[in-house]
């Protein structure tokens, strides 16, 4: 079974937020047999700041539907959504 | 290098050669670095591999993109003569249906692999629906390991017709497919017209990419902006942040947010930070609206025009395909809908024809129940309002997953609104 790699969007819930912390959150919050490859950071608008954290899961039942779940229940994590996806 | 930029989906079944493909067009394109190709045709040999194996360079570039640090999801790039092209290599499990319909989009135009020797298979099916709710303008269908069935025409045509048949069942329009013999491992009709398919005339695959139509910009549709989130910044106030699907937003504009049905001057836009005049689709952007409290809109909303808002259904009627559902789907069941950044429970009010997978015609009027594999035109009533358009007027915010039970059960495309 092949991986797909998921660039995720994640956005926080202040401009004030500490975006290192919120990582090693995120980082820690992912479920089994998914990995982080890098994470990406773009400003937005106003202070506020998304990351983009790639997410490899394998190409099988579930999709992204766990590390989606989990990134929302973060501490200062606003909103969470796939941007897209694609086979590695 | 070429000006213009093409999105390419490469879709099909399990094993029918979607890998190989890549591969080859990559090769014969001179865009895998020469010293991978050496290296993999070293270890190939050694391992007494005979043959060239394509899917095997893929694989491990695979694992050298999986080691680097970030991975550029859109990794691999060729050009023709006309275009640039990045390929998108469209994940297998039908459970990543929902992220390909409600992500950015993706892929302008799509390469479907079916393999000669196994003809339509499941996800032959579910990949076909997908890039027609995706919005795919044409298709490419390369009829592959051509080599397998000694490139018999027969056998050709017989896979022709079968899909001919599939993409009438989702009405696809077949003018906007063409189908090609080829072997991607032998290399047959990809760079050069090839002699084992001296009963084909038709163009081979390098000239078909080459020859597909431009992508349209999507600029000539009205605003569409989906809301992901809403703010308070202080010094600020109110701030939707959401990435524009269709037209443009200017300072000054007025405009609409549906179905919170509330609207106003924008004052401020801002991107990476920085204040502009005015954004345009795929921008990400923080904007600020004048006389908008934080409690007035929210998530899902769309914002356009005031002129021009965004329609809010009452009821649609749509075209679904149902990919997995454990039983039937009858008329009164009320799955979560995802269209755009909205969720919204909706009900599935009447089911109104069945098409016959054979034909493509209808195949009942009103049926009773629809299960898994079956396409069918239904009525649907959002349990809260929701803002969604015809897919032939916005395609980008006319597509949507249905999901229950934690899976994708079906995708679909609006064919019709009716307006509150
Ligand atoms: N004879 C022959 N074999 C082929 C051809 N194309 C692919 N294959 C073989 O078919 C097998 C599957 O090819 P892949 O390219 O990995 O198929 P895929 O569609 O990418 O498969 P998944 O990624 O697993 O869905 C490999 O062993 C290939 O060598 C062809 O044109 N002729
Ligand atoms: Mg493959």
């Known amino acids: 079974m092949g991986k797909v790699a998921a660039k995720i969007k994640v956005m926080p819930n202040s401009p004030e ?72 | 290098m070429s000006e213009q930029h093409q999105n390419l989906a490469i879709i ?55 080691r680097g640090v970030t991975i550029d999801i859109a990794h691999q790039e060729f050009s023709t003569d006309a275009y640039d092209f990045t390929i998108v290599d469209c994940p297998g499990h039908r459970d990543f249906v929902k992220n390909m319909i409600t992500g950015a989009s993706q892929a302008d135009n799509a390469v479907l692999v079916v393999a000669a020797d196994d003809g339509v298979a499941p996800q032959t099916q579910e990949h076909v629906f997908l890039a027609r709710t995706l919005g795919i303008d044409e298709l ?34 077949t003018e906007d497919a063409s189908f090609i013999p080829i072997s991607a491992f032998e290399g047959d009709n990809i760079a050069e017209a090839s002699d084992n ?21 999507p600029t000539d549709a009205p605003l569409r902006l989906p809301i992901q989130d809403v703010y308070t910044i202080s010094g600020i106030g109110t701030v939707p942040v959401g990435r524009i699907e269709t037209g443009v937003m200017n300072i000054g504009d007025n405009v ?21 005049p005015k954004a345009e689709p795929g921008d990400n ?24 808002p965004p329609s809010v259904a009452e009821t649609f009627q749509a075209q679904v395909v149902v990919m997995q559902h454990p039983s039937v789907i009858t008329a009164g069941y009320t799955p979560v809908f995802h269209a755009h950044t ?8 009447s089911i109104d024809k069945k098409m016959d997978p054979a034909s493509g015609e209808v195949a009942e009027e009103n049926p009773d129940f629809i299960q898994s594999g079956d396409a069918a035109v ?17 395609p980008e915010l006319g597509s949507f997953a249905i999901r229950d039970m934690g899976q994708t059960i079906a995708a679909g495309k609006v064919l019709e609104v009716n307006e509150k």
């Open chain 2, 12 to 66: 099909g079944h399990v094993d029918h050669g979607k890998s190989t493909l890549v591969g080859r067009l990559l090769y014969e394109t001179g865009s895998v670095p020469e010293h991978v190709i050496e290296q993999h045709r070293e270890e190939a040999e050694e391992k007494g591999k005979g043959g060239f194996e394509f899917a095997y360079v893929m694989d491990n570039l695979a694992e050298e993109r999986e």
């Open chain 2, 378 to 394: 239904v009525t649907i009533r959002p349990q809260k309002p929701l803002s969604i358009e015809p897919s032939s007027e916005i």
């Open chain 2, 197 to 217: 398919t001296g009963w084909y005339d038709g163009e081979i695959l390098l000239e078909a990419l080459n020859d597909l139509p431009e992508p349209e910009p």
């Open chain 2, 256 to 276: 609409s947010f549906q179905p919170s049905d509330v609207g106003g001057e924008v004052k401020t836009i801002e991107m990476h930070h920085e204040e502009v």
């Open chain 2, 342 to 349: 909205s969720q919204v429970a909706c009900t599935i009010e």
């Open chain 1, 17 to 88: 937020i500490d975006l290192d912390a919120l990582q090693e959150r995120l980082e820690s919050s992912l479920p089994e047999g998914a990995k982080i490859n890098g994470v990406e950071r773009e400003e937005v608008a106003f202070g506020l700041v998304a990351l983009y954290p790639t997410v490899i899961v394998p190409d099988g039942s579930g999709g992204t539907e766990t590390v989606e779940e989990n990134f929302t229940g973060v501490e200062g994590v606003e909103s969470v959504g796939v941007e897209n996806v694609g086979r590695i």
């Open chain 2, 140 to 173: 490419i269908i390369g009829i592959n390991k051509m080599d397998i069935v000694d490139y018999k025409e027969d056998t050709y045509n017989e896979v022709v017709e079968e899909v001919t048949q599939l993409l009438k069942q989702v009405q696809f329009n």
């Open chain 2, 285 to 308: 952007v923080g904007f600020n609206v004048r006389g908008i409290g934080k409690d007035d809109i929210r998530r899902g909303d769309v914002c356009g025009p005031a002129d021009d």
